[in-house]
């Protein structure tokens, strides 16, 4: 079993930063893949990221490409999302989920074995 905390969330103006982190408790974190989804209010749950094992391949959704990276430390069994250059449209509540792979373009949410609670970002204009 795997618990996921994320943490980061918060109120930014259009055009600041925010940072995520996902906390997993699993003694085997670097045998899985990692995402990022968001959900808005009255909209489907949508990928916004991906990160293989060791960092070494990422994926993006369009719509953060170039503004978002994710990123991770195994060490400290945590995930990363930095998002820069936040608009209104990224308002969402932010999941991190967990697939028992080590790679692979995983970017569906039935894909996932495992996911946190959700921390709310909100970005204003």
């Known amino acids: 079993q795997v618990q996921l905390v994320e943490s980061g969330g918060g109120l930014v103006q259009a055009g600041g930063s925010l940072r995520l982190s996902c906390a997993a408790s699993v003694r085997t974190f670097s045998s899985y893949t990692m995402g990022w989804f968001r959900q808005a209010p009255g909209k489907e749950r949508e990928f916004v990221a991906t990160i293989n094992w060791n960092g070494g391949s990422t994926y993006y959704a369009d719509s953060v490409k170039g503004r978002f990276t994710s990123y991770r430390d195994n060490a400290k069994n945590t995930v990363y999302l930095q998002m820069n250059s936040l608009k209104p449209e990224d308002t969402a509540v932010y999941y991190c989920?967990?697939?028992?792979?080590?790679?692979?373009?995983?970017?569906?949410?039935?894909?996932?074995?495992?996911w946190g609670q959700g921390t709310q970002v909100t970005v204003s204009s």
């Open positions: 989920a967990a697939v028992g792979h080590y790679s692979g373009r995983y970017t569906r949410v039935e894909q996932y074995d495992y």
